[in-house]
């Protein structure tokens, strides 16, 4: 089984984000996309505004239906900061023999390098970098152990952020068709990044 883990925030997740998991999906060969809300990223320097069930609540809506993709609430239940090494390494001695991918955006492959125990990690998985214009895509400056061990996917130009969307929310404006319908009800149900 090929497993790709779209970690993140998801405050609130998008279109943008699912987007690029069905790119790695297909692109990648994957059978699932696992959706993993982080507790307390550690590269974020701000709290998320929506609180940790909330956010989860935000993925499972707007993941319902696809039977490709589904929430991984692991680093959520387990609290404090998340380090992907950890999260591998516990996914790993749940799931032997799956195949785990880590997808992340072209802008954090030039990052892998500060991630904490990166080799480690990079021994554990393979990285799906979703390449988009305006951040270089070439590995080769990365150490030989990271370089070997990331894998390139084309992702349409998007220009959606969590971001965004909170500060739409903020003045007012609908976030209608950036965020999946069930995502806009549960953001109005519970009037979450409003003024």
């Known amino acids: 089984m090929k497993v790709g883990i779209m970690g993140g925030t998801f405050d609130p997740i998008h279109q943008g984000h699912l987007l690029a998991a069905e790119r790695a999906r297909e692109e990648a060969g994957l059978d699932e996309v696992w959706f993993m809300p982080s507790s307390t990223p550690p590269h974020k320097p701000n709290a998320p505004k929506a609180s940790a069930g909330q956010r989860l609540a935000m993925v499972e809506a ?21 380090y992907t090494v950890d999260t591998v390494r516990e996914l790993k001695a749940a799931y032997p023999g799956y195949d785990f991918y880590y ?9 892998l390098p500060h991630w904490v125990r990166i080799e480690e990690l990079a ?55 950036l965020v999946p319908e069930t995502v806009v009800s549960y953001i109005e149900g519970n009037r979450l990044y409003e003024s």
């Open 103 to 111: 997808i992340i955006g072209a802008d954090m492959v030039q990052y």
């Open 123 to 177: 021994r554990m998985i393979t990285f799906i970098g979703l390449t988009r214009p305006g951040y270089s895509t070439d590995v080769s400056g990365l150490h030989e152990a990271i370089r070997d061990k990331v894998l390139q996917v084309t992702m349409p130009q998007v220009d959606i952020s969590s971001t965004l969307i909170r500060n739409m929310r903020r003045c007012g404006q609908s976030v209608r068709y």
């Open 62 to 82: 707007a993941i319902a239906g696809n039977p490709f993709f589904r929430a991984e609430p692991r680093e959520i239940l387990r609290g404090g900061t998340s």
